[in-house]
């Protein structure tokens, strides 16, 4: 069962993100990419992080994505040149494969040299990856790291509003 | 055949590539923005599938944080988009070329 739900929501988010880098329609690609986060949650519910998904939803999903689909609605693109990609298509050819051989090295050299890990998904006792174990460890191991997170946040919302309100002359 | 860790390696470094290659190809800003989350999402799902593996809850923790710096720079992404835009009448990254890049 769980080697069916694998493999249909793996083949999802990779379909979607496919969508995502071959629509010419932003809106398109903002839903494709909402298709491959919903995807990953549901892979990471297979992985025990319960709470992980739930973020992945309500943050990723929802907001993240709203605000994409905003810009994408307030600009109201219709510039045609963009309809086109940056280079042609055998050097897009060029670039997929050159980065699927690094990449495919890297895998390689990496299933090499660590153990092999050959390894089911273990089925952690309940506190794993739920509300309670996830915020156990972020409350008491992680607080300084968790706390500094509300800096970077002070520090986004204040160059947002600065980069915002700027006229250029 | 059960799922193992590597298919979710093999997974993410798929999803990784799909996002790299957004990121190279395409011309509109947005859409290169949104590949760069896609490449996000992608090493966010080989953290949970080694803290899986290794019964550490770390890796969730650095997904939480991966997470709050990706929110973070799509409002500042964003933010620059739309200052971009007013001020260019475009979003195509062959003609922003203000830095000489």
């Known amino acids: 069962m769980e080697t069916i739900i694998f493999y249909v929501f793996a083949a999802t988010s990779v379909i979607g993100s496919l969508v995502l880098v071959s629509h010419k329609n932003p809106v398109a690609s903002a839903l494709s990419l909402v298709l491959t986060l919903f995807s990953t949650a549901v892979l990471f519910i297979l992985l025990l992080a319960h709470f992980i998904a739930l973020i992945q939803v309500l943050v990723y999903a929802g907001a993240i994505m709203v605000l994409f689909l905003f810009t994408v609605m307030f600009l109201n693109l219709r510039d045609e040149s963009l309809r086109f990609d940056a280079v042609k298509v055998p050097v897009k050819l060029g670039i997929l494969s050159l980065l699927l051989l690094i990449s495919g090295y890297f895998i390689f050299i990496g299933f090499k040299k660590i153990p092999p890990l050959n390894t089911m998904v273990i089925s952690h006792p309940e506190p794993f990856g739920t509300v309670e174990g996830v915020g156990e460890v972020l409350f008491s191991d992680y607080l300084l790291p968790f706390e500094l997170t509300s800096v970077l946040i002070v520090v986004a919302i204040l160059g947002v509003v600065v980069i915002a309100k700027r006229r250029f002359d | ?101």
């Open chain 2, 1 to 101: 055949m059960t799922v193992t860790i590597e298919h979710y390696l093999v997974l993410s470094a798929i999803l990784f590539i799909i996002g790299a290659y957004g990121v190279i190809v395409r011309k509109n800003l947005i859409i290169v923005l949104m590949s760069l989350e896609l490449m996000l999402n992608a090493s966010n799902l080989a953290f949970v599938a080694f803290s899986n593996v290794l019964g550490d809850l770390t890796g969730h923790i650095f997904v939480i944080m991966s997470i709050t710096v990706a929110a973070a720079e799509v409002a500042v992404g964003l933010a620059f988009v739309v200052t971009i835009y007013t001020h260019h009448e475009t979003l195509n990254i062959d003609v922003l070329r203000m830095l000489k890049g």
